[in-house]
């Protein structure tokens, strides 16, 4: 059970707009910055957004991300097929002293 | 270019030990926490590990405290992960992964060693 809450799968066709939704609590994305990450197929996680919404050098804008209290979310906008992969969130807890991720997202794009 | 690359998976029975390495090239690692963080077959990313650039403080996940223990020689570029009485359901690759900022957000990875415990 992991301690950041994602759904398991989403999924949108070509051009789509899709928002990929991470829950946790007070002592993780409620005092602290969420991190997004994509996993394609057979590779090692790639950091997407940072500190809530910037982007690595490299990553589109089509990436975004916010947060709202407790919860954040990454919103996918002109989804390419590309785009399908695995997204993980990510934030540092401190009642536990370390990063907590979400059980990850399974992207599909129709 | 940062170069993160692991080694020293393998498999190993039940209660067994192993030592991992990660090998830093690219940048200045003594100015950066790191991080180990690890996914078993078919599931998601669970963080191990975390140390910082002088390895003052060392952060474990429940799941292994008392059991491994991470490491760093800034002098030879290099992190470590010592793995002892392990478990089942430690199988999975393990990452190594470099800190961003406070609290070292893990950014790059290196590409993986895959780690088996099995009978």
């Known amino acids: 059970q992991s301690v950041l809450t994602q759904p398991p799968s989403a999924s949108g066709t070509p051009g789509q707009r899709v928002t990929i939704s991470c829950s946790g609590s007070?002592?993780?994305?409620?005092?602290?910055?969420v991190n997004w990450y994509q996993q394609l197929p057979g590779t090692a996680p790639k950091l997407l957004i940072h500190n809530h919404n910037q982007r690595p050098s490299g990553v589109p804008d089509r990436f975004s991300g916010s947060k709202s209290g407790t919860s954040a979310s990454l919103a996918i906008s002109g989804l390419q097929s590309e785009d399908e992969a695995d997204y993980y969130c990510a934030a540092w807890d401190d009642s536990l002293n370390g990063w907590v991720f979400g059980g990850g997202t399974k992207l599909t794009v129709l | 270019e940062v170069q993160l690359v692991e080694s020293g998976g393998g498999l190993v029975q039940p209660g067994g030990s192993l030592r991992l390495s990660c090998a830093a090239s690219?940048?200045?690692?003594?100015?950066?926490?790191m991080n180990w963080v690890r996914q078993a077959p078919g599931k998601g990313l669970e963080w191990v590990s975390y140390?910082?650039?002088?390895?003052?403080?060392?952060y474990y996940a429940d799941s292994v405290k008392g059991r491994f223990t991470m490491s760093r020689d800034n002098a030879q570029n290099s992190l470590y992960l010592q793995m002892n009485s392990l478990r089942d359901e430690d199988t999975a690759v393990y990452y190594c992964?470099?800190?961003?900022?406070?609290?070292?957000?893990?950014?790059?990875w290196g590409q993986g060693t895959m780690v088996t415990v099995s009978s």
């Open positions: 007070s002592s993780n994305i409620g005092s602290n910055t």
């Open positions: 992964a470099r800190g961003l900022g406070y609290p070292g957000v893990p950014d790059p």
């Open positions: 690219g940048f200045t690692f003594s100015s950066y926490s």
């Open positions: 140390i910082s650039t002088t390895s003052t403080t060392i």
